[in-house]
């Protein structure tokens, strides 16, 4: 199955991940609830701008809901995304019922890769829609939130190819954890021109003693790419499905 990769109107926190070498700083970029942008220096860490009374841990199972002035919280996901030029960026955005991503779009991410260990497990009521349209069946949606914090025009689903079924129901259910995307209108027209046919692929190749959570691992390992059949080869991985992992 074709995996790939919503946060409440609280801020999402954006660090700089690529300082010099040696420095301990980077640059936090933060959106307010006036939707103005401010930089301070902090370490170089993954940012939780959730309210200080709530958790900012992603559960492995079910989150239980955390009432706030701004709305029931699930916690978080953490991503490190790619701009076109620059260092990694290090994302942190808060589950709630209507997730936020316009300051990570502001950005104009070409790429994003959860870093979040534990599985973001749907949770809240937009969460569980979209993982009923994605077509996944292992509880886990943080491809989801990596592509909906992404805003790449050369995207694979943009790029007017013809998408298999399960292509199709994975951006549908991106659609529906971030139906204000910039490219929205976009996914929409592809998935509206695809046949839902799966075109014949092997099945996904598993070695029992080999599985990565997402990219960052494969490349932490020193083990990207992953060519379908390599021990830790997963369709979750493989973005664009033309059988290379993590390219």
Not at 44 to 53: C, G, K, L, N
Not at 227 to 232: E, F, L, Q
Request: proline residues 5%; contains cysteine.
């Amino acid at each position: 199955m074709m995996r790939r990769f919503i946060v409440g109107a609280a801020a999402v926190a954006v660090l700089a991940a690529g300082c010099s070498a040696g420095s301990g700083d980077a640059t936090e970029v933060a959106q307010s609830e006036s939707g103005e942008v401010s930089t301070t220096e902090e370490p170089t860490e993954i940012a939780s701008v959730s309210p200080s009374e709530t958790p900012s841990e992603t559960p492995s199972v079910e989150a239980v809901a955390v009432e706030t002035p701004e709305g029931p919280f699930y916690g978080t996901v953490g991503l490190a995304c790619d701009e076109s030029s620059g260092p990694s960026v290090k994302v942190v955005i808060e589950r709630r019922d209507d997730v936020d991503f316009s300051a990570a779009w502001a950005h104009e991410f070409e790429y994003c890769d959860a870093t979040t260990e534990d599985d973001v497990v749907p949770t809240s009521d937009v969460e569980l829609a979209a993982y009923a349209l994605s077509g996944y069946d292992d509880n886990d949606i943080d491809v989801l939130y990596q592509i909906c914090a992404t805003v790449d025009a050369s995207d694979y689903y943009l790029s007017g190819a013809e998408l298999s079924a399960g292509q199709t129901a994975e951006v549908n259910g991106m659609l529906a954890l971030c139906p204000d995307h910039p490219f929205a209108e976009g996914y929409r027209e592809a998935v509206e021109g695809a046949s839902g046919a799966d075109a014949p692929q092997e099945e996904d190749q598993f070695d029992a003693e080999v599985s990565y959570a997402n990219c960052t691992a494969v490349r932490e390992a020193g083990a990207a790419p992953i060519h379908r059949g390599d021990p830790g080869y997963s369709s979750k991985l493989d973005r664009d499905g033309d059988g290379i992992a993590c390219e």
